[in-house]
């Protein structure tokens, strides 16, 4: 008895670190990004090598049947991602089972894994349905006391050894509870954890309103590319940009109108610029634009293609009204017309005031 849930606890010890580490992965092959049917596959492959290295660490009941956790997860992809990776990960499981022979006990595997994806499956569909998302351990707890009473009745049909099962079943419904309970514990806490660094990474180097980079985000990308300009001996153009009379809206309109001009500016700047130069909101209405190896009389075609679509876009302030604004830039390109590196982003600024002293809804170069 004491044998059979070592075993089993090792199963279980075995079972979490592999979630551990896969979630880790995960994270740094950047899933969430790629395409919806890779994803699927590298999910619903890697569940199902998790279930197959559980069976390497099985406990032996009688010379062909093995007992492990290889439920598990398959239950934590339909409960966690979706119906297409858990079905993926049964099929490799069943594939797996197989390996280790082909005898009544693989077939009996077989159909066990057929009846716990179908019955999981059922389940998610109903407790949603009633429920509206339902708490993934509600979930949990249902599956794994469905997967014990298929898996009671069939290993009693398999061993008729009376002894074996009174020690086997109920060790099993223990540890599978307490293991099953404890993967989506674990499951749901990493995934949080993942969530709120990811939203934590973001939030350091991405403006909340606009969706642009940041000052901080602008410092670290400026400065790398000023060194790469001086290194390579290429040119790099800066377009500071600002809103005329921005307060004006803000005290005319209100601050959410004001923010939502603030968010239509930015999509426009992302538009008229070229695919690869960097566009960020600096603070305020304040916004900058790097366009690397850009030489000057490029850089001013492109702030005056910016200026002018600013001046001619209708920006929204209600259902039936729309108000013109313009901007002001500063021009300052390195090493054209700025010879010293470091001078640049000051250089632009003073442009960039120049224009607003000189009437503004203008560009403005050194």
């Known amino acids: 008895m004491l044998s059979l849930v070592d075993d089993l606890f090792i199963n279980l010890c075995v079972l979490i670190s592999l979630i551990f580490l896969y979630m880790q992965l995960r994270l740094k092959l950047g899933l969430e990004k790629k395409s919806p049917l890779q994803a699927i596959l590298t999910d619903g492959l890697a569940g199902g090598l998790l279930g197959t290295v ?45 390996v280790f022979g082909f005898n009544m006990s693989s077939l009996a595997a077989m159909i066990l894994m057929v009846i716990l994806i179908s019955g999981f499956i059922a389940i998610h569909r109903f407790l949603n349905k009633k429920e509206n998302s339902p708490p993934s351990y509600k979930l949990g707890i249902a599956m794994v006391v469905f997967s014990n009473i298929v898996f009671s009745v069939i290993i009693t049909l398999l061993i008729r050894d009376g002894e074996i ?52 985000q602008f410092d670290a990308v400026w400065n790398t590319l000023i060194t790469n300009a001086i290194e390579k001996k290429e040119r790099l153009s800066l377009l500071i940009i600002d809103i005329d009379h921005f307060k004006d809206v803000n005290d005319t309109y209100g601050h959410p109108v004001g923010d939502k001009v603030l968010k239509e500016l930015g999509k426009i700047l992302k538009d008229v610029s070229r695919s690869f130069d960097i ?88």
Request: aromatic share 10%; glycine share 6%.
């Open 165 to 216: 099962l009174k020690n086997l079943i109920p060790s099993y419904w223990v540890i599978s509870l307490f293991g099953g309970c404890t993967a989506i514990f674990v499951t749901e806490y990493i995934r949080k954890t993942q969530y709120l660094l990811l939203k934590y990474e973001e939030e350091s180097t991405t403006d909340f309103l606009t969706g642009l980079n940041n000052v901080r």
């Open 279 to 366: 566009v960020s909101r600096n603070g305020g209405e304040e916004f900058s634009v790097i366009l690397p190896d850009c030489p000057h009389d490029q850089a001013l075609q492109v702030a005056e293609r910016i200026r002018a679509k600013v001046a001619a876009h209708p920006f929204p302030v209600s259902a039936t009204e729309n108000i013109r604004l313009t901007i002001s830039i500063g021009v300052a390109t390195y090493p054209e017309n700025i010879p010293d590196a470091s001078q640049v982003f000051s250089i632009a600024d003073d442009c960039l005031y120049k224009a607003k002293r000189t009437g503004r809804n203008r560009v403005c170069a050194s």
């Open 54 to 98: 559980l069976m390497y660490f099985s406990i032996q009941v009688t010379p062909e049947t093995i007992v492990d956790l290889r439920f598990v997860p398959v239950m934590l992809l339909i409960i966690f991602l979706g119906v297409p990776q858990a079905i993926i990960s049964a099929a490799v499981i069943i594939g797996g089972r197989f």
